[in-house]
């Protein structure tokens, strides 16, 4: 008898993503819950945007595209990097999602072995991706302020340690590094000689000071990036990364054996993207964010954040991720334990990308089980 589970390669068994899938197999059940379980904006893809989309399809933009990406959609993104940081050794690829950057930046500089420092709680690719590509991902617990403490970072790395990943703002704790923080870091892996991924696709939702990337101190560092939580383009999947022109070039060589280009029409979409503000989307965020903040800040202990649409929230004292769960599903409520982004079970995400009527139920449920 073949035991098909037999030819399943090794790495499979590396790693699961039973927890989230838990939580998503729970939230179709539900019936009109207060999910806070979800990674993505609740407004619908602006309507510019949509226009294009269906544009394009009606001209039969259809078909495969060149692997680095269109032309109008690559020179305007390039001319937005070029802008910002006047580096003429960077170049860009426009990817299937920010997973396509991550996946391929991953694939083009790990090698069995190397070390990938990640911050702990981390977002769940982050974990996984390293360690398809054979490496070891070495976590540095930032709890419980997830500021950055340079020493940490300065004492793991090891002469494998290959990349640092950073993720401003972040998922799950919306806290972003500040300004010193990213220049420590920045400095740190290039005085060591350690590429730098940053993964800024929560950039647009900073909410009190400015985005700052490490590539203002740190040229070598590649850029993740993408229109899914921005312009609500989640399914669509558009992507691009940009960094040092050898990097960009054997992601693209990749990219052209894998995914092969980013969907076509979803491409020109982008192009109009670029030019469809979202300011009065991140102004009700940051207003969700203070009101949040605000109304739990009796009942949990947590650190406000700075960005993205996350809230990462202490769990009450003795009760793990998994019991405080079943508490909040009782109240049709869902939200995900932190250990699904940590070796650590003791604090849980709140995704308040909701309406502020779901918002308002989501706050009452959480102060009624703070003390359960
Ligand atoms: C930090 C972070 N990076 C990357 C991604 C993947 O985004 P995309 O949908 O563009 O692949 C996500 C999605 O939740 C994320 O939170």
């Not at 927890?19 to 819950?33: S, T």
């Not at 054997?250 to 979803?266: D, G, R, S």
């Not at 960005?307 to 769960?325: A, D, H, I, T």
Request: net charge negative; aromatic share 10%; with cysteine.
């Amino acid at each position: 008898m073949v035991q098909v589970s037999n030819w399943l390669a090794n790495r499979t068994s590396l790693f699961d993503s039973s927890g989230i899938r838990e939580v998503f197999n729970l939230a179709k059940e539900l019936k009109d819950p207060i999910n806070f379980s979800i990674g993505q904006v609740d407004y619908p893809l602006p309507e510019p945007v949509k226009d294009s989309l269906i544009q394009s399809i009606e001209r039969g933009q259809t078909n495969y595209t060149v692997t680095q990406g269109i032309a109008p959609l690559r020179e305007r993104l390039k001319k937005q990097v070029q802008e910002q940081y006047n580096d003429p050794h960077r170049d860009l690829l426009v990817t299937s999602g920010t997973s396509g950057g991550l996946v391929l930046s991953m694939m083009a500089l790990i090698d069995p072995g190397d070390e990938v420092i990640i911050f702990d709680p981390w977002f769940v690719m982050y974990e996984s991706l390293p360690q398809l590509c054979g490496g070891v991902p070495v976590k540095i617990n930032i709890y419980p302020d997830f500021r950055l403490d340079i020493q940490k970072v300065r004492d793991a790395i090891t002469p494998r340690t290959k990349m640092i990943i950073t993720n401003c703002p972040a998922n799950p704790t919306g806290i972003s590094f500040n300004r010193e923080e990213i220049q420590q870091l920045s400095e740190l892996a290039a005085e060591n000689d350690i590429c730098l991924i940053s993964d800024e696709i929560y950039s647009k939702f900073s909410y009190d000071k400015e985005h700052v990337s490490p590539v203002e101190f740190n040229p070598e560092t590649t850029v993740v990036d993408g229109f899914s939580k921005s312009h609500a383009m989640t399914g669509l999947r558009l992507g691009f990364a940009h960094g040092p022109a050898p990097i960009i070039a054997e992601m693209i060589k990749l990219q052209q054996l894998t995914f092969v280009c980013a969907p076509n029409p979803v491409q020109w979409a982008g192009v109009t993207a670029i030019d469809t503000p979202i300011d009065h989307h991140v102004d009700a965020f940051r207003k969700k964010r203070d009101y949040l903040a605000d109304e739990l800040s009796k009942y949990y202990d947590f650190v406000k954040p700075d960005g993205s649409f996350y809230f990462f929230p202490k769990l009450p004292n003795g009760v793990s991720g998994r019991e405080f769960l079943t508490r909040a599903i009782e109240h049709n409520m869902l939200l995900i334990p932190g250990n699904v982004f940590s070796d650590q079970d003791t604090h849980f995400r709140i995704a308040y990308a909701v309406s502020e009527s779901k918002l308002q139920q989501g706050v009452d449920v959480l102060k009624k089980i703070a003390s359960s």
